[in-house]
């Protein structure tokens, strides 16, 4: 028990600053990655949306 009292207390090394650091960097890293890969989805959706849009339009205006 007094073991465990000590640990939650002690002084943390620099060491383990550094690993936890590290640790909250590299999902940082990844939520980054995860935004990124949807708003390139979001673009290419956007980007076949667009080119299918104005086809149509232009198949409109070669009728009239």
Sequence with gaps: MIDAFRRAFRRITPAEVAARE????????LQAQTAREYA????SYNDA???RLRK???????KS
């Design 22 to 29: 590290l640790a909250e960097a590299e999902l940082s890293m």
């Design 40 to 43: 390139e989805s979001v673009i």
């Design 49 to 51: 949306r667009i080119k």
């Design 56 to 62: 149509f339009l232009a198949t409109l205006e070669a």
